[in-house]
């Protein structure tokens, strides 16, 4: 196990690597870090804070995954596919798999640790997949590929806030400078701000 200080340009918390990282994977991995998190705080003008522990697989995201579902179990019920890459609100951590995360996954982990810990889960996720998409807009081939499920339930709710609020308000409103009058909150984005319980619940029995 081997750990850095800090990032080198400090656009996140520690990187820290769950097994023997080669030298030139180690390189890649911490620039694909730093890109992601400078994107992240040029965007917002805020910096992601996490530490970043690093997986090399299944196996190792797997474990991590478990250990921080006991007496958590609702947390990840919707999770990114495959395990891919996640994002512990509670410990401040981004857990990244790296043989099969892509840069998008480095970003949308990123975005998340900007986001209010207090915002639901589901509002949380669709302005960290909503704001992935928008920064690598003009990066077409970085474009993540994503089950249809994750449009539905996250990200055209937040186009619609978009479309109501405008980009620079909901980009405030994504890193808790701006408010939302939850009266003021259309029809198809409404489910975004339903306690996590709830939505869980109403997505469930679809
Ligand atoms: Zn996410």
């Not at 900007?114 to 690598?136: D, M, N």
């Not at 994750?150 to 479309?163: Q, T």
Request: hydrophobic share 40%.
């Amino acid at each position: 196990m081997t750990s850095m200080p800090e990032s080198e340009a400090g656009y996140c918390g520690k990187v820290e690597f769950l097994y023997e990282a080669e030298g030139e994977e180690r390189q890649k991995i911490l620039k694909m870090l730093e890109v992601a998190g400078k994107m992240v705080s040029d965007y917002f003008g805020s910096k992601c804070k996490y530490d970043v522990l690093v997986c090399d697989g299944g196996w190792c995201m797997e474990l991590q995954v478990i250990s921080r579902e006991r007496g958590n179990s609702k947390k990840y019920r919707l999770r990114s596919p495959d395990y891919m890459a996640i994002t512990d609100y509670n410990l401040s951590e981004i857990i990244i798999r790296k043989d099969v995360a892509k840069f998008a996954q480095y970003l949308h982990e990123m975005i998340h640790c900007v986001i209010p810990k207090s915002y639901p889960h589901q509002l949380r996720e669709g302005l960290a997949w909503f704001f992935t998409l928008e920064i690598i807009r003009p990066y077409p081939y970085l474009r993540p590929s994503y089950p249809m499920w994750i449009a539905d339930i996250y990200i055209r709710p937040v186009r619609s806030l978009v479309e109501t609020f405008g980009l620079d308000f909901i980009k405030n409103f994504a890193t808790g400078n701006a408010e939302i009058e939850e009266s003021a909150v259309p029809e198809d984005a409404k489910d975004l701000f339903l306690p996590e319980a709830v939505f869980f619940r109403k997505k469930k029995s679809v």
